[in-house]
């Protein structure tokens, strides 16, 4: 029995299979005409359907890439929102840690410590508070590193101890503002 029944259910799929339109010799020109144009409109459809499916794919690629475009962006805003809020803390923890050192005061010791020698073609100034330093006042030789040797407190950041004569000044070495002066530290 599925010896006989296998020869009809291949018989059948046969049949149900579409067969390409061939033009029979038989046909008359106008048939012929006919089955190209209607094989034409099907290559036709086809091409824009596929033309379709490469527009979505693009679309969606563009979308996917402005997404994350979008998402990096706003990752730096963050990131950069972050760091400003973060400098705006040091800036005024920086502010209030620097009006301890500010003032002028008579050192309450003098020292005796190498000769001072002015910049060539100045003269001595009396510094206050609040003035700015020319930067060949505070270049690296006017520094006073042992600066705790002659009680002065320790410089904060960007800022160092400068002899000026017989007084310490303390610079931004950035700008050259004179934050605190100890008058009379050396004789």
């Known amino acids: 029995m599925k010896r006989l029944f296998l020869p009809f259910i291949a018989a059948a799929f046969v049949l149900s299979t579409p067969v390409a339109t061939i033009a029979a010799p038989h046909q008359s020109n106008h048939e012929r005409s006919d089955a ?14 596929r033309k379709a499916t490469r527009a979505r794919e693009r679309a969606h690629i563009a979308t ?5 475009t979008t998402k990096r962006a706003n990752r730096a805003t963050a990131r950069s929102q972050r760091a400003a809020v973060h400098a705006r803390q040091t800036s005024n923890r920086a502010r209030r840690d620097l009006q301890r050192y500010r003032g002028a005061v008579r050192a309450q010791h003098r020292y005796h410590w190498n000769t001072w020698h002015r910049p060539s073609g100045w003269a001595y100034r009396r510094w206050s508070v609040g003035g ?5 006042w ?3 030789d006017y520094w006073i590193t042992n600066y705790l040797a002659f009680s002065l407190l320790a410089p904060p950041p960007d800022y160092e101890w400068i002899r000026q004569g017989p007084d310490a000044v303390l610079v931004d070495i950035n700008t050259g503002a004179v934050l605190r002066v100890e008058y009379d530290v050396f004789y």
């Open 64 to 68: 996917v890439h402005a997404r994350k």
């Open 132 to 136: 700015y330093m020319p930067r060949n």
């Open 138 to 140: 505070y270049a690296r």
């Open 36 to 49: 190209r144009k209607s094989a034409r409109q099907t290559q036709k459809a086809k091409s824009a359907t």
